[in-house]
């Protein structure tokens, strides 16, 4: 049973260009969270999604940031016109339900976005 | 927005020495989380506190939710080289969310 896959691990852009990150859950999991990670600092939760919907996406920037989690194929973080500030490990977590305790979410590897 | 607060930043020790971190909050948390993140990787839940005053351990490892439920430390008896790596707490609260704290980076000299 695969884990939680992300790709790619690595993205690097130019400022204004668009990246988009994505994660497939682990078998049999509906449900998706994004964390982004800055150089020495903890998670910060963007947005939890399940299939087609967009739950709760209280720590998503108001502008230039979308997630989508379609009935098909893997979850996407888009990000337009990226900046500097934009450079960061973000990370997905899947679980199988609603609710899932603690052990029942897992975490991608990441993908590191680098902006120039 | 909820923050965590986790002492120490890092932590440079000999193999077999016993290492404790911990972290504290303004607010109040259901459950409280402890991970491992090794370079170029993602969090791995080490162990999960469900209640207040819990005492839990895995291994070598040993987490306590705090009585106030503000509050959990994680002890790590006879370190050894694999230790290394970069430990966060996390709390979550009324919804499926994680709170992480800043994290911990443990060295080991061997």
């Known amino acids: 049973n695969a884990g939680v896959m992300q790709n790619p691990r690595h993205l690097v852009r130019r400022r204004g260009q668009e990246a988009r990150l994505r994660c497939s859950p682990m078998?049999?999991?509906?449900?998706v969270y994004w964390y982004r990670q800055l150089p020495e600092e903890g998670l910060k939760f963007m947005v939890y999604l399940q299939k087609e919907n967009i739950i709760d996406e209280s720590g998503m920037p108001k502008e230039r940031f979308s997630a989508e989690f379609p009935k098909e194929g893997p979850s996407i973080l888009r990000i337009q016109q990226v900046v500097r500030g934009d450079s960061a490990a973000y990370f997905c977590a899947s679980s199988p339900r609603e609710l899932a305790e603690p052990n029942e979410q897992f975490f991608g590897p990441g993908t590191r976005l680098t902006v120039l | 927005g909820q923050q965590l607060n986790q002492s120490p930043q890092s932590m440079f020790i000999q193999e077999g020495e016993d290492v404790s971190m911990n972290c504290t909050s303004s607010s109040i948390f259901n459950t409280w989380l402890w991970y491992k993140q090794d370079p170029g990787e993602g969090p791995v839940l080490l162990i999960a506190l469900y209640k207040a005053g819990e005492l839990t351990s895995n291994g070598r490892l040993t987490a306590q939710f705090g009585i106030t439920r503000k509050d959990s430390f994680l002890n790590i008896s006879a370190s050894i080289p694999s230790d290394v790596g970069i430990y966060f707490c996390?709390?979550?609260?009324?919804?499926?969310?994680?709170?992480f704290g800043k994290g911990t980076k443990l060295t080991v000299n061997p």
């Open positions: 078998k049999g999991h509906s449900h």
């Open positions: 996390a709390g979550q609260g009324g919804s499926e969310k994680l709170v």
